[in-house]
């Protein structure tokens, strides 16, 4: 069974920095795209960054510059680096990877900037940025 394991999350003061990691447990093939997604309190659920199979990452622009997703060797384990956090960062953060072949090259950032492409998905980690 496959699962995606988060952590990385808490209490960090603005200005801070913070850096979540999701692993893909019981993995036996090859995800096309694993990305981040943030909910916010009261609101729905958003795209932070995208990392696909080819290597090709895709930063929202709320956080272009302060925000970097990254992967282990294995493809099986991405990363948030998340510096300069304000307030308005605060949220769950959920990790999610994708098998659809369009999320492979990210020839199309829009495709996978949607939840609905998304086959599987972390339980979601807190992030609080207190001001």
């Known amino acids: 069974q496959v699962q995606l394991v988060e952590s990385g999350g808490g209490l960090v003061q603005a200005g801070g920095s913070v850096r979540l990691s999701c692993a893909a447990v019981g993995v036996t093939f090859s995800w096309n795209a694993m990305g981040w997604f943030r909910q916010a309190p009261g609101k729905g659920r958003d795209i932070v960054a995208v990392?696909?199979?080819?290597?090709?990452?895709y930063h929202a622009d709320a956080v272009k510059g302060r925000f970097t997703i990254s992967r282990g060797a294995t493809r099986n384990t991405v990363y948030l680096e998340m510096n300069r956090l304000k307030a308005e960062d605060t949220g769950v953060y959920y990790c999610?990877?994708?098998?659809?072949?369009?999320?492979?090259?990210?020839?199309?950032?829009?495709?996978?900037?949607?939840?609905?492409?998304?086959?599987?998905w972390g339980q979601g980690t807190q992030v609080t940025v207190s001001s």
């Open positions: 990392i696909a199979w080819s290597g090709s990452t």
């Open positions: 999610a990877a994708t098998t659809a072949a369009a999320a492979r090259y990210l020839s199309d950032p829009s495709y996978t900037r949607t939840d609905s492409v998304y086959d599987y």
